[in-house]
């Protein structure tokens, strides 16, 4: 079983920045490849960014491509999305999201290869 607790949204004018983190427990983190979706209501959650076990090799929606960057850390079982220029239209719900098993190397971009899925983090961007 994995635990996946995320934190750090809020309410941020247009043109801001925000830090999520999720802290992760349970297996051993270096073996879970690992994800942020996100949310609104009526909409499927979508892709925003997702990292190889390693954190070498990460994949954007093209959305937030050059304002988000996605990092982990497999020492301290910490994953990050670091969002900046943030826009009216990142409004959701943010989630975290882990993978196990999974393959060296490869990210996952389809919320049904997730096995373990945080509370959700609200992000909130005023114009």
């Known amino acids: 079983q994995v635990q996946l607790v995320d934190t750090g949204g809020g309410l941020v004018q247009a043109g801001g920045s925000l830090r999520l983190s999720c802290a992760a427990s349970?297996?051993?983190?270096?073996?879970?490849?690992m994800a942020w979706f996100r949310q609104t209501p009526g909409k499927e959650r979508e892709i925003v960014a997702s990292?190889?076990?390693?954190?070498?090799?990460?994949y954007y929606t093209d959305a937030v491509k050059g304002r988000f960057t996605i990092s982990r850390d497999n020492a301290k079982n910490m994953l990050y999305l670091q969002m900046n220029s943030l826009k009216p239209e990142d409004t959701a719900v943010y989630y975290c999201t882990a993978k196990v098993p999974a393959s060296n190397g490869a990210y996952y971009t389809n919320s049904r290869s997730y096995n373990y899925w945080g509370q959700g983090t609200q992000v909130t961007v005023s114009s």
């Open positions: 990292i190889t076990r390693s954190g070498i090799t990460t």
């Open positions: 349970g297996l051993t983190f270096s073996s879970l490849a």
